[in-house]
């Protein structure tokens, strides 16, 4: 099992920048696919991004291509999401999560494990 710990959220300005962090412990992080995703009131939970156990594989969701960037750090057991140009449609819980598929998984159902989230706010 691996338990995951989001940080990194707040309140930011639009046009703003935040820097995510999900941390790992029990299993290393780098033995599974890990994943954000947010989730607005009255939403479903949406995936952003994926990153593969190695890192050669990254995936990203239309909505933030190009604004969001994933990234790992087989070290820290630590995944970050770095978002640029945050918009106030950007507002939700973040998550992380982690998965045994491979080389990326864009459903909520095909991730295991669940940190608790952290909210960002974008205010206009």
């Known amino acids: 099992q691996v338990q995951l710990v989001e940080s990194g959220g707040g309140l930011v300005q639009a046009g703003g920048s935040l820097r995510l962090s999900c941390a790992a412990s029990?299993?290393?992080?780098?033995?599974?696919?890990m994943g954000w995703f947010r989730q607005a009131p009255g939403k479903d939970r949406e995936f952003l991004a994926a990153?593969?156990?190695?890192?050669?594989?990254?995936d990203y969701a239309n909505s933030i291509q190009g604004r969001f960037t994933i990234s790992g750090d087989n070290a820290k057991n630590t995944v970050y999401l770095q978002m640029n140009s945050l918009k106030p449609e950007d507002t939700a819980v973040y998550y992380c999560?982690?998965?045994?598929?491979?080389?990326?998984?864009?459903?909520?159902?095909?991730?295991?494990?669940w940190g608790q989230g952290t909210q960002v706010t974008v205010s206009s």
């Open positions: 990153i593969s156990r190695t890192g050669a594989s990254v």
């Open positions: 029990g299993r290393s992080f780098s033995r599974y696919l």
């Open positions: 999560a982690a998965s045994n598929l491979y080389p990326t998984a864009r459903a909520a159902k095909e991730y295991d494990y």
